[in-house]
Each structure stands twice: as structure tokens, then as C-alpha cells.
């Protein structure tokens, strides 16, 4: 059975770093796409980022520049390095991969 959990959410100010963490088990990510997407209270589930088993990466416009997606094959886990944030980076962020295991997500709560 494949599980993903998130953690690293939590509470920081505008213009502050987190760190999310998406650890996998019961599939190995190497060969697999990851994606992180957030839901906003009211809004649409969207893609944050995505990195493919080649190395290819994407990034919404919204977070270009700012977030950074990584993946450690070792350690089957995936991360999200978040700077620069922003009020409107408040959402609940989800671990994906292959476009059809979800998390739980993890709350970002970011304070102006």
C-alpha cells in the first residue's frame, strides 16, 4: 500500500522560509513523477511544482523564482524549499505521485 506523508507546515511570517517534507513508502519515487499542490480555503486544488524521474522540473508562475522542488531517491522522499512567502501562500500543501497517490497535507499558514 502506498503512502505519502507530508510534514514541515506551520506558522511563520511574510518574507520567512519552511521546508516541506514528503515521505513515501510502499513505492520508490525514482521512477515515479512528484508533485506538490496546495488547496486555499475556497479555492481549487493547483500545481505548486512537479519533478520528473528525468529531473525535469515545473513551477506554477506563482511560486517561480521563490520554491524549489527536490527529491532524495535514498531516502524515497521529496521536498519543497519555500522562501520568500507570502501571505497567499496560505494553503493546505499536498504530496503527489503519479498523479494519483495523494497525503493528508500539511498546513502553511503564512502571517503579514
Known amino acids: 500500500q502506498v503512502q505519502l506523508v507530508e510534514s514541515g507546515g506551520g506558522l511563520v511570517q511574510a518574507g520567512g522560509s519552511l521546508r516541506l517534507s514528503c515521505e513515501v513508502s510502499?513505492?520508490?519515487?525514482?521512477?515515479?513523477?512528484m508533485d506538490w499542490y496546495r488547496q486555499a480555503p475556497e479555492n481549487q486544488r493547483e500545481l505548486v511544482a512537479r519533478?520528473?524521474?528525468?529531473?525535469?522540473?515545473y513551477y506554477a508562475d506563482s511560486v517561480k523564482g521563490r520554491f524549489t522542488i527536490s527529491r532524495d531517491n535514498a531516502k524515497n522522499t521529496v521536498y519543497l524549499q519555500m522562501n520568500s512567502l507570502k501571505p497567499e501562500d496560505t494553503a493546505v500543501y499536498y504530496c503527489?505521485?503519479?498523479?494519483?497517490?495523494w497525503g493528508k497535507g500539511t498546513l502553511v499558514t503564512v502571517s503579514s
Open positions: 510502499g513505492s520508490s519515487i525514482r521512477t515515479n513523477t
Open positions: 519533478t520528473r524521474r528525468d529531473g525535469d522540473t
Open positions: 503527489c505521485m503519479a498523479f494519483n497517490h
